[in-house]
């Protein structure tokens, strides 16, 4: 088992950054990558951004060039930081974790940008 715990969503204005951070603790050896997804009200969970073991990073392209995905390994944490925020950016935002073949997920932590 994989647990994985983020911090740092809020309510930010258009133009603000906000940086998100998850934990991940348990079994966490031979985990392939993390990423987070999000999900706004009414709409399916999306792929925002992943890193995988070795450092590659892939991004959605609606947020290429305003975030950035980084993995501390030391300290078993992944980071989302978000810049240029926008409206359209609003939703709850989660936490992945890729291992033998599973998905694990957190529990989520919202985040609100205001026009």
């Known amino acids: 088992q994989v647990q994985l715990v983020e911090s740092g969503g809020g309510l930010v204005q258009a133009g603000g950054s906000l940086r998100l951070s998850c934990a991940a603790s348990?079994?966490?050896?031979?985990?392939?990558?993390m990423g987070w997804y999000r999900q706004a009200p009414g709409k399916q969970r999306e792929f925002v951004a992943v890193?995988?073991?070795?450092?590659?990073?892939n991004y959605k392209d609606s947020v290429k060039g305003r975030f950035t995905i980084s993995r501390d390994n030391a300290e078993n944490r992944v980071f989302l930081q978000m810049n240029s925020l926008k409206p359209e950016d609003t939703a709850v935002y989660y936490c992945?974790?890729?291992?033998?073949?599973?998905?694990?997920w957190g529990q989520g932590t919202q985040v609100t940008v205001s026009s």
């Open positions: 890193i995988s073991s070795g450092g590659f990073t």
């Open positions: 348990g079994s966490i050896s031979s985990i392939n990558s």
């Open positions: 992945n974790a890729y291992r033998s073949g599973y998905n694990y």
